[in-house]
């Protein structure tokens, strides 16, 4: 997978995050919402022009999305 896409992708989560952590604020800064969500929109918009099929996308996402998702954890079973 490209070095390019995997970093936009990355850069698309964090200001997903970001944005979500503003609107969970008290009083959310609404200047700062705009600009971080015409971050994610400037970064949408470049990740299309690599990958235009939008399915191919998302494929790509969960491949990378995998990578930085921490392994489930069971339970200890009691009494084994």
């Not at 971080?36 to 690599?50: G, N």
């Not at 998702?69 to 200890?76: E, G, K, S």
Request: proline share 6%; glycine share 2%; hydrophobic share 40%.
């Amino acid at each position: 997978m490209n070095a390019l896409i995997e970093r936009l992708i990355a850069t698309h989560r964090m200001l997903n995050r970001e944005i979500r952590r503003e609107l969970g604020r008290r009083i959310p800064d609404h200047l700062r919402l705009t600009r971080l969500k015409k971050q994610r929109l400037a970064v949408k918009d470049q990740l299309f022009r690599h990958v235009p099929e939008a399915a191919e996308l998302r494929r790509l996402a969960r491949k990378v999305f995998k990578r930085f998702r921490p392994a489930p954890t069971r339970p200890a079973r009691a009494g084994a």
